[in-house]
């Protein structure tokens, strides 16, 4: 039978699924063979990669500070200019993917082609692990998860949260896993799952969460229905055994996440736990982060035309949603209520979720393709959401292409092995989609110019990479905002001015200053102090004139 060969092949008779309403389909074909979703999928990630290919240096928010830490730890030990500034230390941390794998990467090709081979890679997992976790639930193939491949393309990988987007690839990979093995031998299954957990760890302890509020929605579902076939069975002493080591079976799913405490524990990522700050203002932003990327407009066309689908399959009774799924949209949108925005001082606890579930409800979700007019109607959903945001995205990367280059061009006006302080003209400055290139575009002055930068991520228990003890106290060491430009002129002109900041002696201890978000009128705030060096698309590169005084070991009152 359908049943019995989908048991053999690893996967969990599809169960309940909720019908829109539709024919049963379990010996239904695809329509569509393995080598066809493969060469789709080749085809989807082709078109997808083309920003990623055509901008090595994205105007991401996180990204080049990220690409700056991998420049660091693939040469540190045959740069003596970034050996002075920077030591790695080498910690069980639950942010660590990228570190592990970017850096081999950049011994072979550049930095920058080797960030993007690792964010195609990150969605090659993603789109994969959504492809093999729908064949897992419904026991074939079919293109119908090839719909996420826009939403590869999200806010929250605009941000450069490079390790969790990772991470989501690996926790669909997880459950996929899972599911295959879970009417085999036990020991095998708790094993790959404590394996993968382990990875899911180091690539970011959300992700961990990812891949348990998807395992638990599986989880229940198949507890409830083991138990409802129990209830049909005979009654008595047999029955409550049964039911027992059905509840046990249950409970032992969650062995495999027993490592995660006393690695968490041993981590200094545990000394950040006291951080903590929910809200409920933004919990709406995050389900919005799923389909806006930089348009609104492009954003409502791009919800017209899934709604439309939707729509239009129900109304041709071509869709249904495993029962799985109900329970993950239950379960996510509990623990999205109750996931705090800030937790061990990273931002954006809880809006990182709704993209992760979206992955999953996608793979969730089938469509009978057997009808022409189906095929037809998916493949025009998908081409029209594919070019809005594939076209979206290009478009505003070209258009901001020239500012992240002219800051390049700037930082080769830096001498190798000096120390670029970054400062702000504006408090609300980054808060903006198109500013983001901008925020740590100063790190280019790290792989460009083996240079100290202020704003480069060196925060104890986040990053492996920390300023040396020498210079710990001229940078940033708690990810907070740059000092204002007025802030920094106030001390270099009042003598009697205090502050216990990292720039408090910005005049003795740095080479050069990059102040970000000016506007067009801007002139030097302090001409005394500052030459001006470069004048580019809202940033301004100064030399500080007086930055010798802090090499032959004098001090400014």
Not at 3 to 18: A, I, Y
Not at 284 to 291: K, T
Request: net charge neutral; with cysteine.
């Amino acid at each position: 039978s359908a049943q019995r060969l989908r048991e053999d092949e690893g996967c969990l008779p599809q169960g309940p699924v909720v019908e829109f309403p539709m024919a049963d389909r379990s010996q239904q074909p695809s329509g569509f063979s393995f080598g066809t979703v493969a060469a789709l999928f080749i085809l989807l990630l082709a078109i997808t990669s083309i920003p990623i290919v055509l901008h090595p240096w994205p105007p991401m928010s996180d990204y080049i500070n990220h690409l700056a830490r991998m420049q660091v730890i693939a040469t540190i030990n045959s740069d003596p200019d970034l050996a002075r500034f920077y030591e790695i230390d080498w910690q069980v941390i639950p942010n660590l993917m990228m570190d592990l794998i970017v850096p081999s990467l950049v011994r072979v090709v550049n930095v920058y082609l080797a960030g993007q081979i690792y964010t195609i890679s990150s969605f090659m997992l993603i789109l994969s692990g959504t492809l093999a976790l729908h064949r897992q639930l419904f026991g074939r193939w079919s293109v119908l998860p090839l719909i996420a491949f826009p939403l590869l393309y999200n806010n929250v990988f605009l941000v450069g949260t490079m390790n969790y987007v990772f991470g989501i690839g690996l926790a669909l990979w997880a459950l996929t896993s899972w599911i295959a093995l879970r009417e085999r031998n036990p020991a095998l299954r708790l094993a790959v799952s404590t394996l993968f957990i382990l990875g899911l760890f180091f690539c970011h302890l959300f992700a961990v969460g990812v891949y348990g509020v998807g395992l638990l929605a599986f989880e229940l579902h198949r507890l409830w229905t083991r138990a409802a076939q129990l209830r049909h069975a005979a009654t008595g002493q047999r029955n409550g055994a049964a039911a027992a080591k059905l509840l046990l079976d249950f409970v032992v799913t969650g062995l495999p996440f027993l490592p995660i405490l006393p690695l968490l524990m041993m981590s200094p990522t545990w000394g950040l736990r006291q951080t903590f700050t929910w809200e409920l203002p933004g919990k709406m932003e995050g389900l919005v982060y799923i389909i806006e990327v930089y348009s609104h407009g492009a954003a409502f066309f791009f919800t017209a035309a899934v709604a439309f689908a939707i729509g239009w399959a129900t109304r041709h009774r071509a869709i249904s949603f495993h029962a799985v799924g109900v329970g993950l949209l239950a379960i996510g949108v509990l623990v999205y209520m109750a996931l705090p925005r800030v937790i061990f001082e990273t931002y954006m606890a809880d809006q990182r979720l709704p993209i992760s579930l979206a992955f999953m409800l996608i793979a969730c979700t089938d469509l009978d393709l057997r009808d022409k007019v189906v095929r037809r109607g998916f493949a025009a959903v998908l081409v029209i959401m594919l070019v809005i945001r594939v076209g979206e995205v290009e478009s505003m990367w070209r258009s901001l292409s020239g500012g992240i280059d002219s800051f390049r061009q700037s930082v080769q006006l830096i001498d190798r092995g000096s120390k670029v302080l970054v400062a702000y003209a504006d408090p609300d400055g980054g808060d903006d989609l198109h500013d983001l290139g901008l925020v740590h575009a100063d790190c280019f002055a790290i792989i460009e110019r083996s240079a100290l930068v202020t704003t480069a991520f060196t925060v104890v228990g986040k990053q492996i990479m920390h300023a040396r003890p020498e210079y710990r106290a001229r940078v940033d060491t708690v990810d907070g905002t740059p000092p204002m430009i007025n802030e920094l002129v106030r001390l270099a002109r009042n003598e009697d001015a205090q502050s216990g900041n990292y720039w408090k002696r910005w005049t003795a201890d740095y080479d050069y200053l990059y102040v970000l978000f000016v506007d067009g009128n801007y002139e030097n705030p302090d001409p005394e102090h500052l030459t001006t060096l470069f004048t580019g698309d809202r940033f301004v590169l100064y030399r500080i004139d007086q930055s010798q005084i802090a090499d032959v070991g004098k001090t400014v009152k």
